[in-house]
């Protein structure tokens, strides 16, 4: 007999939220920030309002700046991002 059960959904989330739903911290207080802060990838999906996967193939297509590693963790420099936000 067949497993009838329907498979699991995935959750997603929308653009910009962390995963408890809320808008970064770092995206609240973005026009704070000085140019040389950094920020992670949910401050940037907020910011250009668009899923990870987007902001990554922006970043290999070169419409966004590439991110810096800095103690094992992946993030963009605030001054570049306003910089293309400016452009786009």
């Known amino acids: ?3 009838k059960c329907k498979p699991a959904r995935r959750k997603t989330r929308s ?3 962390t995963r408890s739903g809320e808008v970064p911290s770092g ?3 973005l026009d704070e920030l000085p140019d040389s802060a950094l920020v992670d990838q949910p401050v940037v999906e ?3 309002k668009c899923s ?3 902001v990554w193939r922006w ?3 070169g419409l966004l700046p590439a991110p ?3 103690g094992g963790t992946t993030r963009w ?3 570049q991002l306003r910089a293309t936000q400016k452009g786009v």
Do not use: C
């Open 15 to 17: 653009a910009g939220l």
């Open 68 to 70: 810096v590693r800095r």
């Open 77 to 79: 420099v605030v001054g």
């Open 59 to 61: 970043v290999k297509s």
């Open 1 to 3: 007999m067949a497993n």
């Open 52 to 54: 990870p996967a987007t």
């Open 46 to 48: 907020g910011l250009f």
């Open 27 to 29: 995206l609240k207080h």
